[in-house]
C-alpha cells in the first residue's frame, strides 16, 4: 500500500472512532490497524518520505486524542509506535548508503590497483577482472566475465582444482608460486594469494585472488645461482687441478734436500721452494674446502679417538719451526681425549695459532689453553696486538675478512668455523685493546659422524 492509501485508510479509521457508539470489537480492531499502519508506514521510504508520511499519521493520532476519540494511553503507544517506524526507517537507509559507499570503494580499490586481482563464484566463473588483470594476461574483462578462468594452462588444472577447493572449504593461500598463461600463450611466473568470500549470511559465494608478476625476480634468482655456481665450480676444479703439479714440486724439492748434496746458498733456494709449495698446497686445501661448503657438500669429517693434547703439542711444535722467532705457550688441563677427525682438528689449531702469530708483534706471546671438562674440551688461542676492529668483529669468521692483511685468501676463521660447527660445536671471538684478542672453541667429546 502506498502512502497515500496509508493515509487514506488511517483517516476512515479515525472518522470511525471518532462517531462513537462503535462496539468494543470493532473499537479494538480499528486501533489495531491504525497501528500496523503506523508501523508500516515508513517501510523502504527515504528519510524525507517516511517522515512526511509519520508526520501525517502522527497528526491523524493527536486529533484523534484532542477529540477524545482514543484514551490518552492508547495515543501514546500508536505515537511511540510511528516513532520506531521512523527511526527504524532512518537506520535503514544510513545503513543502505553505507553498504553501497562501501562497495563503491571497494569497486575503486580492485580498478586501482597496480597488482591484478579477481574473483570467481562457486562455479569457477568469472566476477572481477580489474584493469591490473587485463593488461598483464592480454583479456579484456568482457571476454571473461561469466566465464571460466581462461590462463590456467594443462599441466596445471590438478593444482589451480586444488587450490579452488581449498578456497571455497575456507582456507586462505599466501604467495603461492604458481604459472598462468598469457592470451598470446607466454608462460608467466606469479605468486598467487586467494581468500574466500563470504555473503551477508556468512557463507562463502566464491574466492578472490591477487597475483604479483614474480618473472623479473625468478629471472635474476636464476641468473644469481648459475654464477655463484660457476664461480664454486671453478674453486673446486682449479683447486683440485693444481695439486698434481703441485705435489711434483713438494716431491722433487724434497728429493733434493734429501739426496743431491746441495750447497747451503743451494738448499737455502730449495728450501725456499718447499716452504712455498707448501703454503701453496695449504691454500689450494682451503679453496677446495670453501668451494665444497658452497656446493652444499659440507665438511666431511672422519672423527675416531684421539688425543687433543698430543695432537696439539705437535701442531704448536711445526708453527714454532716456521716461525722461528716467536713463543708459543701451550697450557693443557683435565681430560682431553675425545672423539675428533684429527686431520681436521690440527687444521682448527694451526689456523687459530697461526692467525694469532700473524696478527701480533713479533715480540708479542701467543698463548694456547686446552681444558678438559665432563661433556666438552674447551680450547683458547690468545694473542696481543691490535685488536680487530669493531665493525669487523661481528663478520670475522666471514670468507676473506682478514686476508688482505695477512697476504693470504681470507679463508682460514671461516674454514676453523665450519670444521668446528662439523663437529657439533661452537666457537666464538672477543677481542679490545685492553685483553687482546681471544678465540674459545667447544667442542662436545663425542663429534657426530659426516661422512
Not at 5 to 23: I, K, S
Not at 215 to 227: F, I, L, N, S, W
Not at 228 to 251: C, S
Request: one cysteine or more; a negative charge; charged letters at 25%.
Amino acid at each position: 500500500m502506498g502512502e497515500r492509501g496509508a493515509l487514506v485508510e488511517a483517516r476512515q479509521l479515525a472518522g470511525l472512532l471518532r462517531a462513537g457508539g462503535t462496539n468494543a470489537r470493532r473499537r479494538e480492531a480499528a486501533l489495531t490497524r491504525l497501528a500496523q499502519l503506523a508501523a508500516r508506514g515508513c517501510d523502504g521510504r527515504e528519510p524525507a518520505d517516511a517522515a512526511r508520511s509519520c508526520a501525517a499519521l502522527r497528526d491523524v493520532v493527536l486529533d484523534l486524542a484532542g477529540q477524545q476519540a482514543v484514551d490518552v494511553a492508547d495515543a501514546r503507544a500508536l505515537c511511540r509506535t510511528i516513532d520506531a517506524a521512523e527511526a527504524e526507517a532512518m537506520e535503514a537507509f544510513n545503513g543502505s548508503r553505507q553498504a553501497q559507499h562501501a562497495l563503491q570503494t571497494f569497486e575503486s580499490l580492485i580498478e586501482a590497483s597496480p597488482l591484478p586481482i579477481l574473483s570467481v563464484d562457486r562455479r569457477g566463473l568469472v566476477r572481477i577482472w580489474n584493469r591490473a588483470a587485463e593488461e598483464l594476461f592480454g583479456w579484456q574483462r568482457v571476454e571473461v566475465l561469466g566465464k571460466p578462468l581462461p590462463f590456467v594452462p594443462p599441466e596445471s588444472q590438478d593444482e589451480s582444482r586444488a587450490m579452488a577447493e581449498a578456497s571455497m572449504a575456507g582456507e586462505v593461500i599466501r604467495n603461492r608460486e604458481v604459472r598462468r598463461a598469457r592470451k598470446d600463450g607466454a608462460i608467466l611466473d606469479l605468486a598467487l594469494s586467494v581468500a574466500p568470500l563470504r555473503d551477508t549470511r556468512g557463507e562463502i559465494s566464491g574466492s578472490i585472488a591477487i597475483l604479483a608478476d614474480i618473472g623479473e625476480r625468478k629471472q635474476r634468482e636464476m641468473e644469481g645461482e648459475q654464477t655463484a655456481r660457476f664461480r664454486e665450480h671453478l674453486i673446486g676444479v682449479v683447486g683440485h687441478d693444481l695439486r698434481n703439479p703441485l705435489t711434483a714440486i713438494v716431491t722433487s724439492a724434497q728429493l733434493l734436500l734429501r739426496y743431491a748434496g746441495l750447497s747451503e746458498k743451494q738448499s737455502r733456494v730449495v728450501g725456499r721452494i718447499a716452504s712455498s709449495a707448501d703454503r701453496m698446497a695449504r691454500m689450494i686445501d682451503d679453496l677446495l674446502d670453501f668451494a665444497r661448503t658452497r656446493l652444499g657438500g659440507g665438511f666431511p669429517i672422519h672423527p675416531r679417538r684421539i688425543d687433543l693434547r698430543e695432537l696439539c703439542e705437535h701442531t704448536v711444535e711445526e708453527l714454532e719451526f716456521a716461525y722461528a722467532t716467536r713463543t708459543v705457550r701451550l697450557e693443557t688441563d683435565g681430560d682431553l681425549w675425545g672423539n675428533w677427525d684429527p686431520d681436521r682438528m690440527a687444521q682448527v689449531i694451526s689456523n687459530l695459532v697461526g692467525n694469532a702469530l700473524q696478527h701480533s708483534s713479533e715480540d708479542g706471546e701467543v698463548r694456547v689453553r686446552l681444558h678438559g671438562e665432563p661433556e666438552v674440551v674447551v680450547l683458547q688461542t690468545h694473542n696481543g696486538g691490535s685488536p680487530i676492529p669493531p665493525d669487523v668483529l661481528p663478520h670475522v669468521f666471514e670468507p676473506g675478512r682478514r686476508g688482505a692483511r695477512s697476504g693470504g685468501l681470507g679463508l682460514g676463521l671461516y674454514i676453523v668455523e665450519q670444521v668446528v660447527l662439523a663437529h657439533g660445536g661452537s666457537i666464538e671471538a672477543r677481542s679490545t685493546a685492553e685483553e687482546g684478542t681471544t678465540f674459545t672453541v667447544v667442542l662436545p667429546r663425542k663429534a657426530r659422524h659426516k661422512a
